[in-house]
């Protein structure tokens, strides 16, 4: 499974961008995915997951701004950040889990992503 992440960017405080992860294979639907993003220095942490079901489970400081979605006919999951603030300015990755369970934790994930960068000026 490859997993190609796109539609970061430069963007103010208050706007608005969505992610979007596509993936090959024809068993995407199967899979839970997640968005995770990393800070330099910093560990990778869990923002949004969606089960292969379509339940979803968020980081609450992302609760309300944030949501994740999928589009099995385009094997592609999206992530759509609204009020975007200077502390959400990180590198994004989304990730695949096999098992179709959409975990917050990385270890879950078998496939993973390159990073998108998205930075919010102030």
């Known amino acids: 499974v490859q997993l190609q992440a796109s539609g970061g960017g430069l963007v103010q405080a208050g706007d608005s961008l969505r992610l979007s992860c596509a993936a090959s294979?024809?068993?995407?639907?199967?899979?839970?995915m997640g968005w995770f993003r990393q800070a330099p220095g910093k560990e990778r942490e869990f923002v949004a997951a969606?089960?292969?079901?379509?339940?979803?489970r968020y980081k609450d400081s992302v609760k309300g701004r944030f949501t994740i979605s999928r589009d099995n006919a385009k094997n592609t999951v999206y992530l759509q950040m609204n009020s975007l603030k200077p502390e959400d300015t990180v590198v994004y990755y989304c990730?695949?889990?096999?098992?179709?369970?959409?975990?917050?934790?990385?270890?879950?994930?078998?496939?993973w992503g390159q990073g998108t960068q998205v930075t919010v000026s102030s």
């Open positions: 990730a695949a889990d096999t098992e179709g369970s959409g975990r917050t934790i990385m270890g879950w994930y078998d496939y």
């Open positions: 294979g024809r068993t995407f639907s199967r899979y839970g």
């Open positions: 969606i089960t292969s079901g379509g339940t979803t």
